[in-house]
């Protein structure tokens, strides 16, 4: 386990841009400017977009997705728009058909996304529609929208959509053109002028005199809008209702499908997570407040101490608790982790020999193996949590071949079955394993999401996809025990024996053991067939959606992405 040092510098040299990487520099600029630094920091991507809801019809704008809501701003943009809430979400689907508003070549390589949400109150439309508060902060509500009736027209004719020919050189650049959207209309029609253009050569003075009227006639759009909204909108649906948001990204390249779906999931984790007491206690001191400069410092100091030669195990242990807390509290951090590849490659390093050395030598554990090995697995977990956007994690996976994913797919599978050294007792290694088996299916299920995001964002060469990772886990000699314990932690927890409902932790480790289950009857016949086979009956009768309903409550995020999964499955295990 015994590293060389580095010294901080070239580390951090390493480390670049501590924000995702940007196509737009005037969108990325008014992002910036126009929310607090871990808002921004949280924005995972955008894309240009089509969008149709019921306050707007046809209109090209850009979709902005952060971790907790999606957001709408024209070209160019002029005001920031919470459309809807991840809260609200209830179904992101991909719509197979052929948009007769756009023009042939952008017809057949469009990406149509539905997004169906809950609807809030009418009366909330008002004062959720401004950009941000006194302080500059993004404003948490958004309007509700509702899908337009589409009329056939072309894509010229799509509010401040591009022309054809300009969809390969302009790289999402602003279009200055008739770019009035129906969530900011054009300024003439209020009666409202624009900001002076600032000269080329303004100054300071100046800039800041400029950005003062922006801002003051920022404000003036919104209460002019609302008004307008309220007095001559369509009338919004009532609480609890079903509403759509219609997105057309007209790129087969296009990520925004696979980002919005991850940044859901990942959405119905957390909030689900933080109503258990223990969890929102460790998350309540956020540190993302912390400067890009400082947490780079810290990181490399730490990453240094980790890297040490002769480590010792309970120093190796302490650090590596100290690494786990700061990545769950701050986002930044999990993203220079994959910038420097000597943190991972030393951690999946450390799994294999801790775990599976000792293992292959002696087919036992000792409980500070164990301890160890569930904190390395925990600390990889959490690193690739809202962390989907960080290209440097795709590529150091990837490299060599998917090298270093094969070794930490590898390292994390053990046998359940296995025992306790010496004079150890058997319930302490129980529980010890137990712990292991849970975090390992939680990195299992990370891993997975990886696969399924890359299968569909990147090309058909590349390795790395969900069909992949069980074909490199199939030849393990561990794999079907692992996966059997998997099962019958499924089957235990929604059991009519277990009278009480699930903990928020349960429900979120329920989810990921049925995402699990759900890949390896959809993606390895081998694995299908192993479950049709041997848990047949236990996946039929006893994890049903009515089961899950009984046992998850209905406060939860989480509980009812769980039971469409559950249902899922039921189909699949009764295929012959």
């Known amino acids: 386990m015994a590293r060389g040092t580095e010294p901080a510098r070239t580390v951090m040299a390493r480390t670049g841009s501590l924000l995702p990487s940007r196509r737009n520099p005037r969108l990325d600029s008014f992002l910036k400017r126009n929310t607090e630094r871990g808002v921004y920091a949280r924005i995972r991507t955008y894309e240009p977009c089509v969008v149709v809801s019921d306050t707007i019809s046809k209109v090209y704008m850009h979709v902005v997705l952060s971790d907790e809501r999606v957001y709408l701003t024209e070209f160019p943009p002029r005001t920031l728009t919470a459309a809807v809430s991840f809260r609200r979400v209830r179904d992101i689907q991909l719509v197979n058909d052929l948009p007769d508003f756009l023009s042939t070549k952008d017809r057949e390589r469009c990406q149509h996304i539905r997004i169906i949400y809950i609807a ?326 990370e891993l997975l999401l990886l696969g399924h995001e890359t299968s569909r964002c990147f090309s058909a060469e590349n390795l790395v996809s969900v069909g992949w990772i069980l074909g490199v886990l199939q030849p393990h000699p561990h794999l079907l025990s692992f996966m059997g314990y998997q099962v019958q932690q499924v089957v235990r927890v929604l059991s009519r024996l277990q009278r009480t409902s699930l903990s928020p932790v349960q429900s979120v480790l329920l989810f990921q053991r049925c995402r699990l289950l759900l890949a390896c009857l959809q993606n390895n016949s081998l694995l299908a067939q192993h479950l049709r086979s041997n848990f047949r009956e236990e996946l039929r009768y006893f994890v049903t959606p009515l089961c899950a309903e009984e046992k998850l409550l209905p406060q939860y995020p989480i509980s009812r992405a769980t039971v469409g999964l559950i249902q899922q499955i039921q189909t699949h295990i009764r295929v012959q």
């Open 120 to 445: 809030e109150k009418s009366e909330r439309k008002e004062s959720d529609w401004f950009l941000r508060d006194k302080r500059g902060s993004l404003h948490p509500g958004a309007p509700p929208t509702r899908t337009a009736s589409h009329c056939p027209i072309k894509t010229d004719n799509v509010e401040g959509y591009p022309a054809e020919s300009q969809w390969k050189k302009q790289e999402l650049t602003p279009l200055w053109k008739s770019t009035r959207s129906a969530s900011c209309p054009n300024p003439e029609t209020l009666g409202l002028p624009h900001p002076p253009p600032r000269p080329p050569s303004s100054s300071p003075s100046e800039e800041r005199r400029s950005a003062l009227e922006g801002s003051q006639v920022a404000r003036r759009f919104g209460s002019i809008l609302a008004h307008l909204l309220r007095r001559d909108g369509p009338s919004s649906k009532e609480e609890g209702e079903e509403a759509e948001l219609h997105l057309y990204a007209v790129s087969q390249t296009s990520r925004l499908y696979v980002h919005l779906q991850s940044s859901w999931s990942s959405f119905i984790i957390r909030s689900t997570l933080l109503l258990d007491p223990l969890y929102r206690q460790r998350s309540s001191a956020s540190s993302d407040s912390i400067s890009v400069e400082r947490t780079s410092l810290l990181f490399n100091q730490l990453s240094l101490e980790i890297l040490q030669d002769r480590i010792s195990m309970e120093n190796l242990y302490l650090l590596l608790q100290e690494l786990r807390v700061a990545a769950h509290r701050n986002l930044i951090l999990r993203r220079l982790f994959w910038r420097s590849s000597e943190m991972c490659d030393f951690l999946v390093q450390t799994l294999e020999d801790c775990l599976h050395g000792c293992q292959s030598f002696r087919g036992v554990y000792t409980t500070d193996q164990l301890l160890l090995s569930s904190l390395i697995v925990q600390t990889l977990a959490i690193m690739f949590r809202e962390t989907e956007v960080e290209e440097a994690r795709v590529k150091l996976l990837f490299a060599k071949k998917g090298a270093l994913a094969s070794r930490m797919l590898l390292a994390l599978i053990c046998d359940p079955q296995a025992e306790g050294q010496g004079a150890q007792p058997r319930s302490e290694v129980q529980a010890l394993l137990t712990e292991y088996l849970d975090a390992s299916c939680s990195l299992l299920f």
